[in-house]
């Protein structure tokens, strides 16, 4: 992991999971002030030189885009577990948004759907390639799972947008979920 990566994956446990331990105070939609952030940072003897303009170039060269930096303000776009929900934009989704799991929660998800588990939103893609890469975290086989957003939104099931690949949903019952 090269030191960007490195930064990207601090930010984004102190952003998701543990404001507190940063002492961040972050707001409905997820964002903190970059100062706080930035003087959370420097007490760490390996950040203890970053600036905004890393903060830029982390974002930039990432290969995922999971952070957003708007005047002055920091933000995750997915991923959080804090008790806090963190309010999404709603959104219509695309007909087709795919899944990619373990195949030993396949038999779970048939039975309850799926479910956030431990983050606030369940986390979809908007394309096969993306959910593989997420499924082969979990499973070096992974399954895909094809969403009939369109049925399940016509239906009343909200949809959230995270980035442009992410998107979030509550939770999706079974019935608008089929394996690939
Ligand atoms: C599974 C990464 C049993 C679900 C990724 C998943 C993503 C169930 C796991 C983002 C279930 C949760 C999120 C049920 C769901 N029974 N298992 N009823 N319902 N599951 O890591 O979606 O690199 O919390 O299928 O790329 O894998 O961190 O969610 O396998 O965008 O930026 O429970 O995190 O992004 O796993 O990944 P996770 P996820 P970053």
Same mark, same amino acid.
């Not at 003087?39 to 170039?57: M, P, S, Y």
């Not at 369940?122 to 096969?128: G, Y």
């Given at each position: 992991?090269?030191?960007?990566?490195?930064?990207?994956?601090?930010?984004?446990?102190?952003?998701?999971?543990?404001?507190?331990?940063?002492?961040?105070?972050?707001?409905?939609?997820?964002?903190?002030?970059?100062?706080? #952030?930035? @003087?959370?940072?420097?007490? =760490?003897?390996?950040?203890?030189? +970053?600036?905004?303009?890393? $903060? !830029? *170039?982390?974002?930039?060269?990432?290969?995922?885009?999971?952070?957003? #930096?708007? @005047?002055?303000?920091?933000? =995750?776009?997915?991923?959080?577990? +804090?008790?806090?929900?963190? $309010? !999404? *934009?709603?959104?219509?989704?695309?007909?087709?948004?795919?899944?990619?799991?373990?195949?030993?929660?396949?038999?779970?998800?048939?039975?309850?759907?799926?479910?956030?588990?431990?983050?606030?939103?369940?986390?979809?893609?908007?394309?096969?390639?993306?959910?593989?890469?997420?499924?082969?975290?979990?499973?070096?086989?992974?399954?895909?799972?094809?969403?009939?957003?369109?049925?399940?939104?016509?239906?009343?099931?909200?949809?959230?947008?995270?980035?442009?690949?992410?998107?979030?949903?509550?939770?999706?019952?079974?019935?608008?979920?089929?394996?690939?």
């Amino acid at each position: 992991m090269n030191k960007l990566e490195e930064l990207s994956k601090e930010i984004s446990y102190a952003l998701r999971h543990a404001p507190w331990e940063y002492e961040l105070e972050i707001d409905q939609e997820g964002w903190v002030p970059v100062e706080q #952030l930035l @003087d959370a940072l420097h007490k =760490a003897e390996k950040w203890k030189n +970053i600036g905004e303009a890393d $903060l !830029k *170039e982390m974002i930039e060269k990432s290969e995922k885009k999971r952070h957003e #930096l708007k @005047d002055g303000r920091i933000r =995750a776009f997915y991923g959080h577990s +804090i008790p806090m929900k963190i $309010l !999404k *934009e709603e959104k219509m989704p695309p007909d087709i948004l795919y899944h990619g799991t373990a195949r030993r929660f396949l038999e779970s998800i048939s039975e309850n759907g799926l479910l956030p588990q431990s983050r606030q939103y369940v986390h979809l893609s908007q394309d096969i390639e993306t959910a593989k890469k997420v499924g082969k975290r979990h499973d070096n086989k992974p399954c895909i799972l094809i969403i009939d957003a369109k049925k399940a939104w016509n239906e009343g099931i909200k949809f959230y947008l995270g980035n442009e690949k992410v998107w979030l949903a509550d939770t999706i019952p079974s019935r608008y979920i089929k394996m690939m």
